[in-house]
């Protein structure tokens, strides 16, 4: 059997998911991490950006992620983030939309939300 790590993707308001996997990709204020199995002990502050998890039966499972916390530690890796969502739950032409409406009102908040979003749902796809 392969190496495993449990992973907790859980934001403010849910679970957004729990399974087995054998990578999990994401971005932190120090750049973007790979975690294996095995992988050292880590905290660190969750970035606005995709997370990509390689789940145990080969399949690929990318969330938009805003802002929060990664903590690994004996193979269980948690993701705390303040807003999370699968990418299949990601409505692409809402997202077009909101991504349009805020660079037409100059909002780079609002504007940096709807492109994680956006590479979230079409990186999934």
């Given at each position: 059997?392969?190496a495993?790590?449990?992973?907790?993707l859980?934001?403010?308001?849910?679970q957004?998911w729990?399974?087995e996997?054998?990578?999990?990709?994401?971005?932190?204020?120090?750049?973007d991490?790979g975690?294996?199995?095995?992988?050292?002990?880590?905290?660190?502050?969750?970035e606005?950006?995709?997370v990509?998890?390689?789940?145990?039966?080969g399949a690929?499972?990318?969330?938009?992620?805003?802002?929060g916390?990664?903590?690994?530690?004996?193979?269980?890796?948690?993701?705390?983030?303040?807003i999370a969502?699968?990418?299949?739950?990601?409505?692409?032409?809402?997202v077009?939309?909101?991504?349009e409406?805020?660079k037409a009102e100059d909002?780079?908040?609002?504007?940096?939300?709807?492109?994680v979003?956006?590479?979230a749902?079409t990186?999934?796809?």
């Amino acid at each position: 059997m392969a190496a495993e790590l449990h992973v907790e993707l859980v934001a403010a308001d849910r679970q957004v998911w729990s399974g087995e996997a054998t990578l999990v990709v994401a971005r932190t204020t120090s750049g973007d991490i790979g975690v294996m199995p095995g992988h050292q002990p880590l905290l660190g502050v969750l970035e606005s950006g995709p997370v990509t998890i390689r789940t145990s039966d080969g399949a690929t499972v990318v969330a938009a992620v805003h802002g929060g916390f990664i903590s690994f530690a004996d193979d269980k890796l948690s993701l705390l983030a303040e807003i999370a969502e699968l990418a299949d739950e990601i409505d692409v032409k809402r997202v077009e939309q909101d991504l349009e409406r805020a660079k037409a009102e100059d909002d780079a908040e609002a504007k940096r939300r709807a492109d994680v979003r956006l590479r979230a749902a079409t990186a999934a796809r």
